[in-house]
């Protein structure tokens, strides 16, 4: 199973929102990581063949998605950023709703949707009305529907928004085990999300690819650039004017600061060991 990007490109009138992406997928879980506006939510809508290229193409299997029609949105699980709900729903009435919608037998609907429901510590709750429901259990009820038609391919637009710690790790060891034989490719601004979960990761800014590939190898290109240093009074304020800070925490009455910066920032810093906070933070200081 492959799905590619070849010279992907959209555009708005005069903007550009994807600039000739290429990519290739394979089952495997993929995080786009990027700052608003960057083009993920638009990448995903083209994949999911929502939004028509403006040129270039998505193909599955070697077929243009345009070409496969249906047969391809049979495939796909999309989890928007902004999930719309039938507030008078019930949460199992709900997930029956979108199994007729996708097609599905009524029969093996109701079986899934019990069992998504138990998947997602739904189930007790499964006749409560969702307006009764907190956020992170819309956003559980949402990850749950793109899953009823077991897609080979799903694309999920922040789908950890609203859940809380426990929850975020529940759901990404699920994801895990769902992403064995399907493409998964995820968008959040949770860069530990991203960086537990994501076999590749994608870094994109102004609609550009920049970086794809293992964490590991992404992160080779900060190598050097990420520091730590101790810092007291005005020099602290000073540090934290001319460079990107990552963190700041206080030890035995100085400032820790980590700083991410091609130019060693003071005379004391000590080099230390990226991560991929550090990276978003590299490549998208000035839209932090």
Known sequence: MQLTLDRLTKQYGDKTALDRIDAVFRPGIYGLLGANGAGKTTLMRLVC????PTSGEVAFNGTNIRDLGERYRSVIGYLPQDFGYYPNFTAMNFLLYMASLKGLNAGYAKKK?????ETFG?????????????????????????????PQILILDEPTAGLDPKERVKFRSLLRSFAEDKIVILS?????????????????????????GAESTILQEIAGKVWECRA??????????????????????EAVLRIVSDEKPCAAAVSAAPCLEDLY????QREV
């Open 49 to 52: 063949d929502i939004l028509k």
């Open 188 to 212: 959040t601004h949770i860069v530990t999300d991203v960086e537990y979960i994501a076999d590749e990761i994608l870094v994109i800014k102004g609609g550009t690819l920049l970086k794809k």
């Open 232 to 253: 007291a009074g005005q020099e602290a304020e000073r540090l934290e004017t001319r460079f990107a800070v990552c963190s700041r925490k206080r030890e035995n009455g």
């Open 113 to 117: 949707s019990l069992e998504l429901l």
């Open 122 to 150: 739904l189930f007790a709750v499964k006749d409560k009305k969702i307006k009764t429901f907190s956020g992170g259990m819309k956003r559980r009820l949402g990850i749950a529907q793109t899953l009823l038609n077991n």
């Open 281 to 284: 933070l590299y490549y998208f």
